[in-house]
């Protein structure tokens, strides 16, 4: 056994004829698993676009389901709570208002779901080949980030066509979006640990997102929040990032850099947790899978 092997392998016990070998993996340092996490960045691309074309093969309108879906939510939010429920936004034509949050609400929520279920979705991948395992909940929201891309195509015309005109706003949509990212990859890992043992999760999950969705300020804005009780508001994480995200689309209204601020550190610290669960946890994954 060469000396290289000996390196990224602990060996307790070998059984060769009488004897007894039982191989695991040693202890990686952060550092370490970042550097092997860059060696294995292609198998993160392939991951990822594989699983945008798995989810719209042999459908008949393709990727345009990224684009009909949250228009159609829109269409029903706008119907009932810009038109009936008259509820205010902020000066932002409601449509624009409820579809620009929608939009990230998806790079979100959709990242978050497949980055969950993605352990348990690619078995058979886990157990018969080694990779560092945070290339596939890492993938799945590279996933949904591509889905977020083509629906960005259609939102910053539609706001033109509402005559809004965002000028340097703009520049915080990719600040944003790697925040939103970083969310949806730390609570996706942490999903995706407790699914491979507990698969109750999966059932969960899509509930805890719906109420999640109205507990975010996507139907009604921020400032309908009492201000004694809106820093605390904050700490919904994407409280601050759709608020954020929808005066950088529209360069409408206003938004709160200490909202902003409490969201990205609450996102970053959703992420360390997340991640060290699954480094905890990820060499079991095979024996419980």
Not at 78 to 99: C, E, Q, W
Not at 112 to 129: C, P
Not at 235 to 250: D, H, K, S
Not at 254 to 283: D, K
């Amino acid at each position: 056994m060469d000396s290289n092997f000996r390196q990224k392998l602990k060996i307790k016990g070998v059984e060769i004829g009488d004897r007894k070998i039982i191989i695991r993996p040693g202890n990686q340092s952060l550092v370490q698993a970042a550097k092997e996490f860059w060696d294995y960045r292609d198998l993160l691309y392939i991951l990822a676009a594989r699983e945008v074309s798995v989810r719209y093969k042999q459908t008949a309108i393709g990727i345009a389901w990224v684009v009909l879906q949250p228009l159609m939510t829109t269409l029903i939010f706008t119907l009932i709570f810009g038109r009936f429920a008259k509820i205010p936004s902020d000066g932002i034509p409601y449509t624009v208002f409820a579809y620009s949050a929608l939009v990230l609400w998806g790079l979100f929520s959709q990242g978050l779901i497949r980055a969950g279920e993605s352990i348990i979705a690619d078995e058979r991948l886990i157990t018969k080949v080694y990779f560092p395992r945070l290339v596939i909940p890492f993938a799945a929201v590279g996933s949904a980030w591509i889905d977020f891309a083509v629906s960005l195509f259609i939102l910053l015309p539609l706001t033109y066509i509402y005559e809004l005109r965002p000028t340097g706003s703009l520049l915080l949509i990719p600040l944003v979006m790697i925040v939103v990212m970083i969310l949806a990859a730390g609570i996706g890992t942490l999903l995706a640990s407790l699914n491979v043992r507990y698969r109750d999760f999966r059932y969960v999950t899509p509930f805890l997102i719906q109420i999640w969705l109205y507990a975010s300020p996507i139907v009604y804005p921020v400032s309908i929040v009492p201000d004694s009780v809106r820093i605390w508001y904050y700490f919904n994480p994407m409280a601050g990032l759709i608020e954020t995200f929808r005066f950088a689309v529209t360069g409408q209204g206003s938004f709160s850099w200490i909202g902003c601020g409490i969201s990205a550190v609450t996102s970053a610290v959703m992420f360390a947790i997340g991640l060290t669960v699954f480094r905890q946890v990820e060499r079991s994954f095979a024996d419980f899978i």
